[in-house]
């Protein structure tokens, strides 16, 4: 068993965690106050390869493996979360458009997505629809050499400035199995957004896409006819590793901030750090946040491994962001009333790790997926 990273891993993670302390975290309430993001910081995001981790190398990408994208993802959130944010569905989209999209649909949209003039959102969830997603209504009508979108995609990241959506559609009426996959660029006709107040997240501007008659040539579907929910169980599978990885990454920044702030708090004559009750706290979650972060990070390196990752990827994205939030909430007390202040990044933390404690699954649904696999299929509660 070999748990440690290249020495290029190594020096990546070193870098990027410099840069994350230094660039990024005096930035990051920005977005949380209402700032929008502009085309030239995504272009600088995309030069740090945020966007083109996955991308392959012909269009101008990195072509990392996917441990790789785990250490940038958990780096690069202990400054700004938001950030992993681009990398989840970054990675996303180039799974799915290099593995399964037209030549030429490849061709135009992976290089602009490197470089960041191209973000790409990922449509699956509906206004009554998201655990149980194999009940999407959205629909795709085949007319002539064109397809034809029409549906309401929910609680969508990036909404509000994606330049185009990869929207799961129903092409037949048969279930998971009459799902199929678009590219879809989000500036022609029919196309309009809303953005919803959330707690959290605020910089990725998440909200509604509604499609109106939206037409898109049919060479614009991703994959084959109806195997749009397969692929996107894909992306699932890796992405859950990733999101607990940035929600590791901002606890355990937090955790390490709340060390050296109890060692210089003094309180009944002695640093808080002295006191039991306090370096137990984070002794406990220091030891559950790694626990999260192994199988993190045991579950990509899976995936760089071809091997099944399903169940892993499950127990991630359960434990990761759920550790996390418990983690940042005990770092807020521990930090008393300058805690409690938007002067702290931890209360901003707190809220934007929550809102992926239910994005890409929620918790339930975690752990139906690590009880189907470990029971079988057939003790699954949705199988009559
Ligand atoms: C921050 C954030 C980002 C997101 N980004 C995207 C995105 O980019 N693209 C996208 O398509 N979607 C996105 N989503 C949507 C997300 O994937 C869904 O919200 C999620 O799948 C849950 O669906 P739902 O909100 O409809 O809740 P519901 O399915 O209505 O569930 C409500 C509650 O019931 C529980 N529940 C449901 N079924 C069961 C069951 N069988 N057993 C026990 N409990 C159950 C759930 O756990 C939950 O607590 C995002 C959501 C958030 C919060």
Known sequence: MDFAFTEDQLLLQQTLRQYAKEKLLPNYARWDRGEKVSRTELHEAAKLGVFGLRVPEKFGGQEADYVTCGI???????????????????VIACELL???????????????????????????????????????????????????????????TFAGYADACIVFARTSDQGARGIS?????LDGPGVTRQVYKTPGERLTQRGSLFFDNVRVPA???????SGGFAQAMIAFDFNRALIALACVGAAQQS???????????????????????????????LTM???????????????????????????????????????????????????????????????????????DGTPEI??????????????????D
């Open 289 to 359: 946040v790694e626990a999260a972060r192994l199988i993190a990070y045991k579950c990509l390196w899976l995936k760089d491994q071809g091997q099944k990752h399903t169940k892993e990827a499950a127990m991630a994205k359960w434990l990761g962001p759920k550790t996390s939030a418990e983690a940042i909430h005990a770092c807020l007390i521990l930090h008393g009333h300058y805690g409690y202040n938007m002067d702290s990044p931890l209360e901003q933390r707190w809220r934007d790790v929550v809102g992926l404690e239910i994005g």
């Open 181 to 185: 996959a678009f590219l879809v660029p």
């Open 219 to 225: 060479r614009n579907r991703v994959g084959g006819e």
């Open 98 to 156: 290099s593995g399964f999209a037209h030549p030429e649909v490849q061709a135009e949209w992976l290089p602009r997505h490197a470089t960041g003039d191209a973000v790409i959102a990922f449509g699956l969830t509906e206004p009554s629809a998201g655990s149980d997603a194999a009940n999407i209504t959205t629909r795709a009508v085949k007319t002539g050499d064109d397809y034809v979108i029409s549906g309401e995609k929910a609680s969508i």
């Open 366 to 383: 975690m752990k139906g997926v690590i009880a189907r696999e470990a029971f079988g299929r057939e003790y699954t509660s949705y199988r």
């Open 255 to 285: 955790l390490e901030d709340t060390i050296d702030y109890t060692k210089g708090r003094h309180v009944f004559g002695k640093p808080l750090a002295k006191f039991e009750g306090v370096s137990f706290q984070v002794a406990e979650y």
């Open 72 to 90: 940038m993802t958990e780096e690069l959130s202990r400054g700004d979360f938001n950030y992993s944010l681009y990398i989840q569905l970054g």
